[in-house]
Every structure is written in C-alpha cells, then in structure tokens.
C-alpha cells in the first residue's frame, strides 16, 4: 500500500453572499431591539417624571391676506360704519348719491285710470238709496243743532219741536173700528203680490205639534210630610195609610262586630258622625230604591290619623262580582261605591 504526504493545508472556502446577508440582519435586528429599548424607557420616564411642553408658533395667529379679492360692497364706506370701526364720524364724503326719482305713471296707466273713474261714477247712481238713508240722518242732525242752538244740552222743549219737526207732513195713524180686520198685503219691490197659500185645516197630517211630557219628579226632591210616611214601627193596617215605595222602610242595620271575615261589602262614603252616616243612607235609600232593596246598613268606626270618622257600607251581596255590579250601577248616577271585603 503506498503512504500519501498530506504536508500542505486544505484550501479556505471563499466569502459567500448568503454569510453577508445573515450577518447584515442580524445586526438590524440588534439596533431594532436596542432602539424599541430606548424608546420604551424614554417614554415610561417622561410619563412619570416629566410634563409635555408644546411649542407655541411663532408670529400672529391670524393674519388678513394683502389682495382678498372679490367685489366691494355697497355698503362700505358709509359713516355708521366708520363710528363703529374708530368711535367717531369721518369727515364728509367727496361724492353724494342722491335717491333716484319716484317712478311717474306712464300715459297708458293714465288711461286706464281715466276708464275706471267712468265707471265708478256710472255705478253711483246705483248706489243712491243706499245714500238715502245717510242723507235722512244728517238732515236729522242738523235739525236738531238748529233746535239747540248753541246750548249743548237738550231741553224737553227741543226734543218736542225735533219731534215735531221730523213727523211734519206724514199722516198720523188712526184706530181700526172694532170688528174691522186689514187684509194683509205683500208687496215685493213696491208691487203687491198675492198672499201665500197656507195649508188648509182638511189636509191630513199634524195639525198640532205634541207637547212634551213633563220631567219625572224624583223622591229626593220631594219634602217627606207627615200624612204620606208611615213609621217604621207602624203597619198600614193601624195607621189606614198605604206604603206607597218600599225604600222608606227602614233597613235593617248590622253591628260591625257581626261581620265575619271574606263578607263582600260595598262602602258608600266616609263621614264625620253616625247621624250624618244615617242620613245618608235614607238618603241614597230613596235615590236608588231599586238597587237598595235587600241590603243591609254597616256603619263602622274608624280612626286615622287621630280622626275619628263613620264608614257607610251595604251588605247583602253574594259574591264579589254582585258588588261590583251593583259599585257599576251607582258609579253610573253618579254615586260614590267602592267593593270591599271584609279581612
């Protein structure tokens, strides 16, 4: 076998491009990290220590441009302007501007004008009895500054010679005879015309307009008497008397004590006292006789708000939908109900 000399190095490979770009971003990426670094501290110490100035502009703010453009405008230049801009009046204008001439109607429109007055003056004959009812007033006037005088106050003499002196020359009316009757004459504009037929009495239909019937009184506005009330106590066999309505018979009255709890009630109002509570329902007893009939009277004594009051309440009611009802019915009257259950 023979023996190789290896006395002499390998050759070096040479300098690539893909090494330069490998080391080329490295390198980026180290500034870009070391930048981001800075910044970030930069902007975390300024946040915590330090306060953002801005720096004002240098020069005015607002400035007028040297050539604007544009037209002037009618209105500049004028001394109100002036003492509003200086706080004083400017010397008098070189030039003054007179206002132009009023506008003269042309020939034509005198024309039609000239038509119009021709017209006018045909249409014032038309218009003469309306006139004459003016005239006669004004005559009226002056007759009555002649009577006077020049006394501004009328005396009963002048009021008569006035009187007289308008009824001059009119015949005066005279009395008909007895049993003498005028036909009626009708007359449109000053020629007599026949008078209307009027409906003879034969012809069949209304001949008389019915009268309505009179308003049905009501109890309440009767006063109670002694010969038309019967005591509760007294039947109409002893007293000879006929009970004419059921509802002035006295209703029975139930202690509030008696009352179990879940009875359906109505109450009819709050008052100061028992008695005034009592007049109230014979009161409302009489009004609603159809509704009151078969209830029983409650009143029941309250105290709120140290007040001492009287509840007026109805029993008699099978459930609470017969209270609501008969609530509905009085509410309808105007009446004052509200359904209540005993608790």
Do not use: H
Not at 72 to 91: D, F, K, P, W, Y
Not at 114 to 143: F, P, Q, R, W
């Amino acid at each position: 076998m023979a023996d190789f000399p290896y006395g002499a190095d390998a050759p070096q490979p040479a300098f690539s491009a893909s090494t330069l770009m490998n080391l080329t971003g490295a390198a980026l990426s180290l500034a870009l990290i070391a930048g981001i670094g800075i910044w970030s501290y930069k902007l975390v110490m300024r946040d915590v220590t330090g306060i953002p100035v801005v720096r004002a502009i240098e020069g005015p703010m607002r400035t007028a441009p040297e050539d604007p453009g544009g037209e002037v405008a009618a209105n500049r230049g004028l001394a109100v302007n002036t003492i509003a801009a200086e706080g004083a009046a400017g010397a008098p204008e070189d030039r003054l501007m007179l206002a132009p001439a009023s506008v003269q109607p042309s020939d034509e429109d005198l024309e039609v004008t000239l038509a119009s007055a021709e017209l006018t003056d045909e249409g014032t004959d038309d218009a003469a009895g309306i006139n004459a009812a003016d005239a006669i007033s004004d005559m009226v006037a002056d007759a009555a500054a002649e009577t006077r005088g020049d006394s501004d106050e009328l005396t009963e003499a002048d009021v008569l010679a006035l009187a007289d002196q308008i009824a001059a020359g009119i015949q005066p009316l005279t009395e008909l005879p007895e049993g003498y009757d005028t036909p009626v004459s009708l007359s449109v504009d000053g020629e007599q015309v026949g008078n209307p037929n009027a409906i003879s009495a034969d012809v069949p239909g209304v001949s008389l307009s019915p009268r309505p019937p009179a308003r049905p009184m009501r109890i309440t506005g009767i006063e109670p008497t002694n010969s038309g009330i019967v005591p509760a106590s007294a039947s109409a066999a002893d007293t000879g008397v006929p009970v004419a309505n059921a509802s002035f018979e006295q209703a029975p009255s139930v202690a509030p004590s008696e009352i179990v709890a879940g009875t359906n009630l109505v109450q009819l109002g709050a008052f100061d006292s028992e008695a005034v509570a009592d007049e109230e329902w014979t009161r409302m007893s009489a009004q609603f006789a159809d509704f009151m009939t078969g209830k029983a009277k409650v009143i029941q004594r309250a105290e709120s708000g140290g007040r001492t009051f009287y509840r007026l309440r109805a029993m008699g009611f099978d459930d609470m939908s017969d209270a609501r009802r008969f609530c509905a019915a009085l509410v309808a009257e105007d009446a004052l109900c509200i359904p209540v259950q005993v608790r």
